[in-house]
């Protein structure tokens, strides 16, 4: 197809322009998004803040994240504590440390440990019951058995690995935002707006990280107990290096050690765990590797090398 210069003209242009529209958008992608975690961030923090105030007027001492007034999140919180003890506590626990802070977590976690089972039993039952294929009672009793396990443990390995996903995390950003808290502890800003400016400075790459000490600075602002904001902070994280943190600080104020030097400290302890979990990491890395190289690696090679002589062999014969 043969076009004319003003046609080939047109073309050239438009393509350039969305050439440069392209770039442009791949350009400012990253700020956009950028911007958009940090707008995140402050709205949890807003949340948090509003959420604080609202269990404060009320007389509560215990507080949650969502479109609940803090009244009924307490009142949720007592009814999953009433009736499943100290497992119903634990297992709140291990929602906020998913980060899933809907009051009502607990009980639809429950609930789709009950109902999922039910319902790949039945699913199992109407597959191999409806089929063609007879099965043996022994066959479909094992097969209903493994699906209701199965059904029971996946909320479970699903909320495990989202907190150790979280907790890995926290655990790899932790370390530099200590070194921006000495920064400013030590340039006579308070712990509180101290956590607060570090939350918004790292909401970029780690906003797991911002979005927990956020709502540490929320907490620790509007409640009077400092101690109890950072009790709560290393429950609702999890993570060895939040309890490192929360415990050193409640030192430093029990005791009244230097806020600044504490935190060095945890840093530099922290930065020496990273290293060894990486080392740890790149040490166990030969021994995974056996198994693909012996079954994807060394077949080709074999193939490869012996290939050409194998050819040759059978040409001269």
């Not at 979005?211 to 009077?224: D, K, P, Q, R, V």
């Amino acid at each position: 197809m043969v076009f004319s210069p003003e046609t080939e003209n047109m073309i050239i242009i438009l393509a350039s322009a969305l050439v440069a529209a392209l770039s442009f958008a791949g350009f400012a992608m990253p700020y956009l998004r950028q911007q958009e975690k940090k707008e995140r961030t402050r709205n949890i923090i807003e949340k948090k803040r509003k959420t604080l105030f609202e269990s404060v007027k009320a007389g509560n001492d215990r507080h949650d994240d969502k479109s609940l007034t803090a009244r009924e999140s307490v009142a949720l919180f007592f009814k999953v504590k009433i009736m499943f003890g100290d497992y119903g506590e634990k297992l709140r626990d291990q929602m906020l440390q998913a980060g899933i802070r809907d009051p009502k977590a607990p009980f639809m976690y429950l609930a789709a440990q009950i109902g999922l089972p039910v319902f790949l039993i039945l699913f199992t039952l109407l597959i191999m019951l409806g089929g063609q294929k007879e099965f043996s009672q022994a066959a479909v009793m094992f097969a209903c058995l493994g699906m209701g396990a199965f059904g029971f443990m996946l909320p479970r390995i699903l909320v495990k690995n989202h907190i150790l996903k979280r907790q890995q995390e926290i655990n790899i950003t932790f370390p530099d935002a200590l070194d921006m808290m000495l920064v400013c502890v030590q340039g006579g800003i308070g712990l509180e707006q101290t956590i607060l400016r570090v939350s918004e400075e790292v909401a970029e790459h780690a906003p797991t990280l911002a979005e927990e000490l956020g709502i540490l600075s929320a907490e620790m602002g509007m409640l009077n107990d400092r101690r109890a904001a950072l009790q709560d902070f290393a429950r609702r994280v999890g993570s060895g290096a939040a309890k490192s943190f929360a415990t050193a600080l409640i030192q430093a104020e029990q005791y009244g050690t230097s806020v600044s030097s504490v935190i060095r400290t945890i840093a530099d302890e922290l930065r020496d765990m990273r290293m060894a979990e990486a080392e740890r990491k790149a040490a166990a890395l030969p021994p995974k590797l056996t198994v693909p190289m012996i079954l994807f690696f060394l077949p080709a090679l074999f193939v490869v090398i012996l290939g050409p002589a194998i050819l040759q062999a059978t040409q001269a014969q």
